[in-house]
């Protein structure tokens, strides 16, 4: 073995459609700036449903695809940053819902990049002779979100997607990278409770603001942008390195969806044109670690991906992380 298939993708579609305009009662912006900055027009929002429901309602419609019954799934690897419970994870969670009881399940923290980091795990682990592994995304972004900060609100949005995977003998390669001293530039702080015996509580430098809000996502998105703009591109490059392959291989780019500008810049770095990449940025916004799977659902639904193809997912994002995908399908 030394790639994997992607047996089938299924997706959620949380029932909140949120305009532009509908940002206007909570942030002074309009349709305009944020449609020409971020090339988003609307996006989608739960109505209450938990991170792990509509994870669920992801996973149920890739098994159904895929025509996969929960005990044969050897592994559920979930993503998110936004999950309901410090503990368990999302994916135990979705491994009661679903029926995979016994397996193993845990969830990646790698923000934007969770599919990406993923997919690499579980072709390690379809490697070792795993059957079929469920990876699940999940994002409830709206939870975490300051809706009075005009910079971050408009782009966040809520959204799930899953793949049930399985090992092949196609090409696949892999980049991932992390550099932690970029964590100051997007983050959500955790309020933690003191405990009693506390007395003069230990102030350690993490590099964040003392000042920022608890629990909701801080960005600074300029330099994320410049980060972003970098990272597209190279972890592509990275991925293809040594493997005899360039750019000019790959189909179908499926990046994370983040802003289309930093998309359109990527392409240009990249030399390839915008018809090289699939973006539904514009009606879901960006939904972290489920943008990369979401979009790839829609592109596969719409049979703009199909079989014979060579595609390359990009993601980036807070940690810094990021990573890329190259693979035959
Ligand atoms: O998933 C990965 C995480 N995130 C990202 O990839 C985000 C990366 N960054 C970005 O996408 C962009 O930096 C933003 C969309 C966040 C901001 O776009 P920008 O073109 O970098 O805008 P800016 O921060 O340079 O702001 C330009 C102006 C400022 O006004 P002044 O100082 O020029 O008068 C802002 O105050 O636009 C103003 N502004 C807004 N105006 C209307 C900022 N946000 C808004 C808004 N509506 N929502």
Redesign the pocket.
Known sequence: MTGIDILATGSYTPPLTITNDDLTKC????DE??RT??GISCRRMTNGEPTWYIGTMAAKAALEKSGTSPDEIDMIIGTTVSGDYHTPSMAAIVGREIGAVGCPAFDISAA?SGFVYGMDMAHKYLSCGMKKILIVSAERLSAITNFED???C??FADGAAAAVVAPSDKFFTSYLGCDGMGMRY?YAKKTMRTHPFMDDPVAIEDYTLPDDPYDVLI?D??E??KF?TKALPNTVLAALEGTGRTVDDIDLIIP?Q??I??IETAAKHLGVGMDKFFTNIDHCG?T?SASIPNALDEAWSKGIVHPGMTICFTG??AGLTQGAIVMDI
Not at 27 to 30: A, F, G, L
Request: aromatic residues 10%.
């Open positions: 942030v002074e912006t309009n700036w944020i900055r971020t934007c005009r910079s971050s408009i782009l997007l960005q998105g300029k994320v942008y972003a994370h983040a802003n500008r930093i960006n972290s980036f994002g």
